[in-house]
């Protein structure tokens, strides 16, 4: 019996390529319906994505702009119009179909539901944005896929700050050694290290050349069975990456130096 008892899924970049065609696109929307001229190009929002959050980036960038509000509570109201401008934007890009999941997700997700290994999600990205992804792609019910949810509004600290894994945990009643997380930025990875949560890291857009410290796997995404450190006992074939794959990386992490 395996000791991988719950795997616990980041949000963005990690379930779907939400932040480059998605979130960004959105707030420049909400940028131009505010009648404000700024703009987030393909580069600088990669920069963002150090800072953790959407209404937290908006306050990180607009100590760039010298038309941004002066007095911190006008700027904090601002984000806050603009965040949910933004999201409204997002919600109605994911209906029309512009963002979808991630190869292999649903495939890996179907394989712990079928064999009785329980999911949870870890994101600081906001309830509504996780509920107008997964509607579309997992169904009215897809809440029902998890035994724990925990977003942006249920923590205090954001990413890299482990809060959400340890609520995650709470919740689920595990020990983080029994648990798996699944995440794609170094931010998302040191949160779940910071719980003790072994981590494998799927690589996404904005993170192809990041560096990664304790990742027990780190690979080009679960579509791709080449690639991965530790290699796969099998790379051959059009499989994604499946749940006996996580259980080998699991039952293995004490034994990978370069990962420990």
Same mark, same amino acid.
């Given at each position: 019996?395996?000791?991988?008892?719950?795997?616990?899924?980041?949000?963005?970049?990690?379930?779907?390529?939400?932040?480059?065609?998605?979130?960004?696109?959105?707030?420049?929307?909400?940028?131009?319906?505010?009648?404000?001229?700024?703009?987030?190009?393909?580069?600088?929002?990669?920069?963002?994505?150090?800072?953790?959050?959407?209404?937290?980036?908006? #306050? %990180?960038?607009?100590?760039?702009?010298?038309? *941004?509000?002066?007095?911190?509570?006008?700027?904090? @109201?601002? =984000? $806050?119009?603009?965040?949910?401008?933004?999201?409204?934007?997002?919600?109605?890009?994911?209906?029309?179909?512009?963002?979808?999941?991630?190869?292999?997700?649903?495939?890996?997700?179907?394989?712990?539901?079928?064999?009785?290994?329980?999911?949870?999600?870890?994101?600081?990205?906001?309830?509504?944005?996780?509920?107008?992804?997964?509607?579309?792609?997992?169904?009215?019910?897809?809440?029902?896929?998890?035994?724990?949810?925990?977003?942006?509004?249920?923590?205090?600290?954001?990413?890299?700050?482990?809060?959400?894994?340890?609520?995650?945990?709470?919740? #689920? %009643?595990?020990?983080?050694?029994?648990?798996? *997380?699944?995440?794609?930025?170094?931010?998302?990875? @040191?949160? =779940? $290290?910071?719980?003790?949560?072994?981590?494998?890291?799927?690589?996404?857009?904005?993170?192809?050349?990041?560096?990664?410290?304790?990742?027990?796997?780190?690979?080009?995404?679960?579509?791709?069975?080449?690639?991965?450190?530790?290699?796969?006992?099998?790379?051959?074939?059009?499989?994604?990456?499946?749940?006996?794959?996580?259980?080998?990386?699991?039952?293995?992490?004490?034994?990978?130096?370069?990962?420990?």
């Amino acid at each position: 019996m395996t000791g991988l008892k719950a795997v616990v899924w980041d949000v963005d970049g990690t379930l779907a390529e939400t932040e480059r065609d998605g979130h960004r696109v959105a707030f420049n929307l909400a940028f131009e319906a505010l009648g404000l001229p700024w703009r987030w190009d393909v580069a600088r929002y990669g920069e963002l994505l150090t800072v953790t959050g959407g209404r937290e980036r908006l #306050l %990180r960038d607009m100590g760039t702009h010298a038309e *941004a509000p002066v007095l911190l509570s006008e700027r904090e @109201a601002l =984000a $806050r119009r603009l965040h949910e401008r933004k999201n409204q934007f997002y919600a109605e890009l994911v209906q029309d179909g512009a963002i979808t999941l991630r190869p292999g997700v649903v495939e890996l997700m179907a394989q712990c539901a079928d064999r009785g290994v329980r999911m949870a999600l870890a994101t600081t990205t906001s309830r509504s944005n996780v509920a107008a992804l997964l509607r579309v792609h997992l169904g009215s019910r897809w809440a029902a896929w998890f035994d724990v949810i925990v977003c942006g509004e249920d923590v205090r600290h954001k990413k890299p700050d482990p809060e959400v894994y340890l609520q995650v945990l709470a919740g #689920l %009643r595990l020990g983080p050694l029994q648990t798996l *997380a699944i995440e794609d930025s170094p931010v998302g990875a @040191a949160a =779940a $290290r910071a719980a003790e949560v072994p981590v494998v890291v799927t690589r996404s857009v904005y993170f192809e050349q990041a560096t990664f410290d304790g990742a027990i796997a780190l690979g080009p995404g679960l579509a791709r069975r080449q690639g991965w450190r530790p290699g796969l006992r099998s790379v051959d074939g059009d499989e994604p990456v499946g749940l006996d794959d996580l259980i080998d990386w699991h039952a293995q992490m004490d034994s990978v130096s370069q990962f420990s």
